[in-house]
């Protein structure tokens, strides 16, 4: 045997060999594969593939046909298997479409809806719906989905003709592959050109039924040949069944609305107290939902100006106006600006409010006390926390109120009390922490700068600024009432509270034309507090506040001294003052009046002469004989008769810088002789 004969003898030998371990071996591999494809929903093509691989690799014919044949049974199974899902996802959509009738109020909503659902289960081009018109007895489209043409949308369809005649005629379902040339229904030009224009060729209807009536159509369209399943028709119907649900419930709701309107205009009469009962009770609603949400007072004044259409004020404990409603007509805005501004009208709004504090309800302020307008009514309604006056409401209107409306109108003045009280506890745990970081920071054990701006942070200070400082003087019966005053009108950022019996405020550079406004605006021009305040110079270091506050005190005493109210001054207009009482006793004072003008005084409180003030007076008008009698009122030549028995008591005056000695003396006795007047009556200059 030759080589090559040995050499072929056993390549056939091992090629058998490959043949019997194929045959033995690919079928429980194929099969092994064929339940993994299976599991993991193989496509076509794989299960194609699969069967190309067996005709190429299995030689055995009964071994090749067992085994394609378990494929194509494979491939049966997942036809099968996607036709269920089919099938599961149009009973979903019918589920879903179910939920829409009962959740979805809207009906337009919902059948857009099923037509849109309708066209996703059947992956179809086209989807929409049609309405009979019992008026013009033709179906329009009422919902439609995937449709591009304006023409097709728009698409009237007579009672006879096309696929909507026959479903109305039938009353059952109808399939056509190819619309423009079935012949199983009558055609109509404008429809065939409206079918034309979308491109649809297949079409498949099913009758929205209510008992034995057609009332609309549900369709699904194809731009390509389809035939439909008997259970996608089924599905279809169902669809359309429900959307038939919806319509006739629509069109019941609207004749229950209808018949229900005709009885309300029957009722009109009836039903007229039963809506101010209800306007009533929404006002309450509406006030207690502003409440809850955290409104401010301006607020509740506002919805209840807008609701009664009036305008409406609100007065604090004094009785003075402090905000006013912003939706209001302007004719009664200044009107009420007027009234308020009368005394007549003020007596008699006081006279109403003691009433109403003991009635717990509203009163009229009747006559107006020579008001404006005579038409006008002025009504006021007392703010009480617990037993404490808070202010009152007051409500001018041009018409008289109904009983409802005035009930309105105190539910109002009892909320806006509810809101004042809970914005007074709020501003006094902020009042405590405010007035608590003041102390803190005037005080000359002073906390490190950390800890101070530790207490500070909260309240919208910052240390780190340049910062300026304030300090008013009222009746201590008046502090709090003035803090009330103020405190809306000052930003965050800004520390106002007493301190030592002061009000005291502190806040950084830039908020301080602000402050000076308010302070000028709403506590100086208070004709019952007598404020007078005293401001201070830039503070670029904290520690720096402590001597500040100390001069603005003795800056106040100064100014009481000097008998001003009602002023705002800066400390460096009584710097010189506070330095010369602070740095002098007041036996050294006493001691260099006594040195300086001691005679002249004395001449004065044993004549009954005034010469120390005619020589102030001389030397303010820097020496100026004609402008000092004009001053004070006399004629020159009393003027120099004085000055010569100044001459005679002060040797030497006007010799030198002797005026200068003499000036300060005499302004030292002036404020001195005011101070020890103040300290025997108890003011506050006691002290120096």
């Known amino acids: 045997m030759t080589t090559s004969e040995s050499v072929a003898r056993q390549g056939g030998a091992a090629m058998g060999a490959h043949e019997a371990e194929t045959a033995a071996l690919v079928p429980a591999e194929l099969q092994s ?13 794989e299960f194609d593939d699969m069967l190309a691989r067996v005709q190429a690799t299995v030689r055995d014919p009964a071994q090749r046909s067992l085994l394609a044949g378990s ?35 809207d009906l337009e909503l919902v059948l857009q809806a099923i037509v849109r659902r309708a066209r996703q289960i059947f992956s179809a081009d086209i989807g929409y719906l049609t309405n009979f018109d019992r008026l013009r007895n033709d179906f329009y489209i009422r919902a439609t989905e995937g449709a ?19 479903v109305l005629k039938h009353k059952t379902p109808y399939h056509s592959s190819d619309y423009l ?26 009758p929205l039924m209510v008992g034995n009536h057609c009332i609309g159509v549900l369709c699904i369209c ?88 009036v305008h409406i004020a609100l007065l604090d404990e004094a009785e003075q106006p402090t ?31 003691t009433e109403g504090r003991r009635s717990g309800r509203s ?113 201590d019966r008046h502090i709090e009432y003035a803090l009330r ?77 000097l008998g001003r109210s009602h002023e705002l001054l800066p400390e460096a207009t009584l710097s010189m003052y506070s330095l010369l009482f602070e740095q002098r006793r007041a036996a050294d004072v006493a001691g260099f009046i006594e040195a300086t003008v001691g005679e002249l005084v004395q001449h004065d409180q044993r004549r009954g002469t005034d010469l120390a003030g005619t020589l102030l007076a001389y030397l303010e008008h820097a020496q100026n004989a004609k402008a000092t009698a004009d001053a004070l009122q006399i004629h020159v030549n009393t003027l120099r008769q004085r000055l010569e028995s100044v001459d005679g008591l002060l040797k030497n005056w006007r010799v030198g810088g002797r005026s200068l000695e003499l000036h300060v003396a005499l302004r030292m006795h002036m404020l001195r002789r005011k101070v020890q007047a103040q300290a025997l009556t108890g003011g506050v200059g006691a002290g120096l």
């Open 485 to 561: 005053r103020m405190r809306p009108a000052v930003a965050r950022g800004t520390l106002l509270e007493e301190c030592e019996g002061f009000i005291v405020a502190i806040c950084p550079e830039a908020a301080f034309e602000p402050l000076q406004s308010a302070l000028q605006a709403t506590l100086l021009p208070d004709a019952r507090l007598s404020a007078v305040g005293v401001t201070s110079g830039t503070q670029s270091q904290v520690d720096g506040l402590p001597g500040c506050f100390r001069a603005l005190k003795r800056g106040i005493d100064i100014m009481r001294a």
């Open 71 to 105: 494929i194509r049974a494979a491939v049966a199974v997942c036809e099968q298997q996607a036709l269920q899902q089919r099938r599961e996802r149009g009973l979903l959509v019918v589920l879903e479409s179910a939920q829409d009738l009962t959740s979805i109020r």
């Open 323 to 353: 905000q006013h409603a912003t939706l209001a007509p302007a004719h009664l805005a200044s009107g009420l600006a007027e009234l308020l501004g009368l005394t007549p009208v003020q007596d008699l709004m006081h006279s109403a409010l």
């Open 181 to 206: 040339t079935d012949h199983g229904f009558a055609h109509e030009q404008g429809i065939d050109l409206a079918i034309k224009d979308e491109g649809v060729q297949s079409l498949l209807g099913a």
């Open 222 to 309: 194809d731009r390509q040949p389809r035939r439909h399943a008997p259970w996608e028709v089924a599905m279809l119907s169902t669809l359309a069944a429900q959307a038939a649900v919806a319509i006739e419930n629509a069109r019941l709701f609207q004749e229950a609305q209808v018949a229900l309107q005709r009885a309300s205009d029957a009722n009109a009469s009836l039903h007229r107290q039963a809506e101010e009962i209800q306007t009533a009770a929404e006002a309450h609603e509406q006030m207690t939902r502003l409440v809850a949400r955290g409104c401010s007072v301006v607020d509740i004044l506002n919805m209840v100006a807008s609701m009664l259409g």
């Open 148 to 166: 591009i043409s304006e023409r097709f949308k728009n698409v009237r369809v007579p009672l006879d003709h096309g696929i909507c005649g026959h």
């Open 363 to 475: 009163h009229a302020v009747e006559g107006h006390g020579g008001g404006p307008d005579p038409h006008l009514h002025l009504r006021v309604a007392a703010l009480m926390g617990a037993d404490r006056l808070l202010g009152a409401m007051v409500m001018l209107s041009d018409r008289a109120m109904s009983a409802t409306e005035i009930r309105t109108f105190e539910r109002g003045a009892l909320v806006a009390g509810v809101v004042l009280l809970s914005q007074e506890r709020s501003e006094l745990v902020v009042s405590g922490e405010s007035a608590a970081a003041i102390r803190a920071l005037v005080s000359w054990q002073q906390e490190s700068p950390a800890a101070l701006q530790l207490r500070t942070q909260p309240l919208g200070l910052d240390l780190g600024l340049p910062l300026r400082m304030a300090v008013l003087s009222v009746e």
């Open 33 to 45: 594969e064929l339940l993994a494809m299976l599991q993991r929903n193989a496509s076509a093509r």
